[in-house]
Nanobody, 115 residues
C-alpha cells in the first residue's frame, strides 16, 4: 500500500505562483510513475503533468511553459511549480502514483486563482 499526501494549494491572484508537493510513503519502489491531475467543478479529472517510465515528462498543452514537474527520489516527493496562474487553473489538484499495475491517488489540494 502507498500513501500520498499533497500540500501547497491555496488562493492566489492571477499571474501568481504556487508550488504543490506530493509525498509518497509505504511500499514505494524505484520503478514507478507519478503525475499531477486536476478537476474543476463540473468537469472531468484531467492530466496536468506526469513523469513517464524512464524519467521523461508529459504536460497538458494548457500548462506548457508555465508549470514544471519535478521530483526528489530520495524523499519520494514530487512537486509542481505553477507560475503565471490563470483563473482557469482553478480546481482540486491530485497526485497519482502508479507501480506494479496499481494506481494510488492523494486526497487532493484546492487551488483557487482569483482576484
Amino acid at each position: 500500500q502507498v500513501q500520498l499526501v499533497e500540500s501547497g494549494g491555496g488562493l492566489v491572484q492571477p499571474g501568481g505562483s504556487l508550488r504543490l508537493s506530493c509525498a509518497a510513503s509505504g511500499r514505494v519502489f524505484s520503478i514507478n510513475t507519478m503525475g499531477w491531475y486536476r478537476q474543476a467543478p463540473g468537469m472531468e479529472r484531467e492530466l496536468v503533468a506526469r513523469f513517464l517510465i524512464g524519467g521523461s515528462t508529459n504536460y497538458a498543452d494548457s500548462v506548457k511553459g508555465r508549470f514544471t514537474i519535478s521530483r526528489d527520489n530520495a524523499k519520494n516527493t514530487m512537486y509542481l511549480q505553477m507560475n503565471r496562474l490563470k483563473p482557469e487553473d482553478t480546481g482540486v489538484y491530485y497526485c497519482k502514483y502508479s507501480q506494479l499495475g496499481h494506481n494510488y491517488w492523494g486526497q487532493g489540494t484546492q487551488v483557487t486563482v482569483s482576484s
